[in-house]
């Protein structure tokens, strides 16, 4: 089971930021699950069961075959954004913008099914962070930059804090799985964790290839990049 991964993907987070400014200060709802936070966690929904932009609820598609998500009217007014979910070429269900104010903490739990193997995907694109929010997949830091994209396995332990001075937005986007997901993943050469064993995907790579990954996971320089840099320098290439 995949716990996460990174894709290679950068996208334009200082287009975003503009785009998400724009938007009105009431379109941000506080989060349902009140029992999961403290402090202030809101959302704007740019696609939600409906098209319905008051509607701040994610439901999976397992649960009910039923909904149909639709664009709300205020994706209309992020053309970047929509431009960004024009990159995932698959059938998207819930798509929001998450805030976490600076100072609030999500408590750690786990969100039932939201996972590739189960046939949904859930992508994080950060549009506005800062060096002291500390988002933990089973105790382990996701270190998370402005315009990246990580798929993360939800279904797992999780827990986020922010530390810093600033707000926290992330762009999230919910995917079902399908071919144009399963070869991304299949393909993709940025960092990776499966929860039976740490792993980078082509394996298979040039000489130079795998020098490269060296020097990108000891940039990284988390616990997780920095074993599997040695690992592979370990493989005498």
């Known amino acids: 089971m995949i716990q996460y991964l990174q894709l290679k993907k950068q996208f334009d987070s200082v287009a975003m930021q503009e ?10 709802k506080e989060h349902y699950n009140k ?16 098209g319905d932009p008051g509607n701040i609820y994610s439901i999976h598609i397992s649960a009910n075959q039923t909904l149909r998500y639709e664009d709300t009217p205020l994706l209309k007014d992020c053309p970047i ?15 929001r913008l998450m805030k976490l104010n600076a ?42 930059k402005e315009g990246e994209c990580w798929y993360l396995n939800l279904s797992m332990r999780h827990r986020v804090t922010n530390s ?10 919910d995917c079902i799985v399908n071919d144009w997901i399963k070869h991304l993943f299949e393909t993709a050469t ?32 988390t616990p997780v990049a920095n074993e599997l840099a040695d690992k592979m320098e370990a493989e005498n290439i």
């Open 19 to 28: 785009e998400v400014s724009r938007l009105a200060a009431n379109w941000w």
């Open 35 to 50: 029992a999961h936070y403290q402090g202030s966690w809101s959302v704007i929904p740019l696609r939600a069961a409906g």
């Open 81 to 95: 954004i929509q431009s960004a979910l024009d990159f995932f070429e698959c059938e998207k269900t819930s798509v």
């Open 103 to 144: 100072g609030a903490v999500i408590k750690e739990h786990t969100d039932q099914d939201m996972h590739f193997e189960e046939g949904e995907a859930r992508f994080h694109i950060p549009v506005i962070t800062n060096d002291l929010v500390d988002f933990f997949i089973e105790e382990e830091k996701i270190p998370m």
């Open 164 to 173: 810093g001075a600033t707000d926290r937005i992330h762009l999230v986007i």
């Open 190 to 221: 940025a960092l990776r964790k499966d929860t039976d064993r740490d792993r980078i995907e082509g394996r298979q790579m040039s000489l130079d290839e795998k020098k490269k990954m060296i020097v990108q996971l000891r940039e990284l320089n």
